[in-house]
């Protein structure tokens, strides 16, 4: 398909990560389901020949934004990018990738974490099977409670002056951990952190509390991740109904995400009735549009003011058309946008339920943590 049935106005904008002066697509292509994946085991994953024709469609709508991940096959997502990769022009594209999760021999105790040695490892194995000089933001998979946060922050900024990695980012990581990556860097005057890569969606909101207000104080980019809550939010999956095909027929049975933080990732035996009225309300602004769900899910994200860019996740051209359909050319009016904050707000629970009323005489503007007092 050409180019040329893409109209103008409905392609990507671009947005700065963060503070940073890095300029990224509104929506970022994820690369999870490129290639084999021996972790989640599911049937949708991608072929190598039509990831590459996935990567080009998304260049023909603007977007110059892809994230990967070492721990993605292991190794075939990036293995695949850089194939793609090695063929175009380098530079017209920022490229994401991570490190942490154990990957290989289970007895090299070191190839995990957030060690310099293992980040050092990783990042080089990275960029041979990314076929690059540089990965344009280097991010941390998760927290690594084995490491010192002074170690993993240096390492980075060493990477960063070796030119290995051109930006810090982050991912999974909770309020207090954030604010304390962010203390330790600026204490230390390191290069700062300009991503943050979170579950978030309108079933997941729960970083809105903590994390995000950290981000909206300190310049730091929101990068949603399952933004679709593996598919819920196409309105493929019915309420009490096991779904038939796709992602999430197959993901629950993994192995592999059980004690590894994997009772977040997306799966249909976890998602409530909550879920589902979410899902309703979020149809019905659809039909009323003339929009699909997804784009109605994915333009609720994007008209967030902390989201930079919405990593996507497709496993055809047709879902990658639908998804970016979401990027320009119109937008949820402000009822429409409350009407869907309403339906899935999070419940608030103490102390957040009397922190904003504690404050509410008290916003000043001038001061140093007003956007994070104001707006929990
Ligand atoms: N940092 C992290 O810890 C982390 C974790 C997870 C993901 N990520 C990143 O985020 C990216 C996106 O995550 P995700 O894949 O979970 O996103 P998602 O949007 O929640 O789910 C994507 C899946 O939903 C289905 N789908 C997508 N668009 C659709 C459409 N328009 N209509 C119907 N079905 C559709 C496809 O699965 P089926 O066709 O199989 O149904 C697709 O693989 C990943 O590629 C990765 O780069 C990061």
Known sequence: MAAADIPKEKKVIYNFVGSSGLRVSNICLGCMTFGRSVH???????????????MDRFVQWGGNFFDTADIYGPHYSEQIVGRWLERRERDNFVVATKCNFPIGVAQNRNS????????????????????????????????????????????FDDLVRAEKVRYVGLCNVNGWQLQKIVDTSQRLGLNPVVSLQQQYSLVCRESELEPFQVCKANGIGVLPWSPLKGGLLTGKVKRG?????????????SKWLKGRGGEAFPQWTRFSDKDFDVLETTEEIAKEKGRSVAQVAIRWLLQKDVTTSVIIGATSFAQLNDNMG??????????EMDRLDKVSAVAKFYPYSSINEGNAQRSNPMARDYVVRSKI
């Open 40 to 54: 989640l085991g599911t049937p949708t994953q991608q072929n190598e020949d039509s990831s590459h024709q996935i």
């Open 326 to 335: 979401a990027a320009n050319g119109w937008s949820l009016s402000q009822a």
């Open 112 to 155: 995990v974490g957030l060690s310099r040695r293992h980040m050092t490892a990783s990042i080089t194995g990275s960029l041979q099977r990314l076929h690059t000089n540089y990965v344009d933001i280097y991010q941390t998979h998760s927290w690594d409670a084995g490491t010192n946060i002074e170690e993993t922050l240096r390492t």
């Open 241 to 253: 109904l096991k779904p038939k095909e796709g992602r999430l027929a197959h993901v629950a049975e």
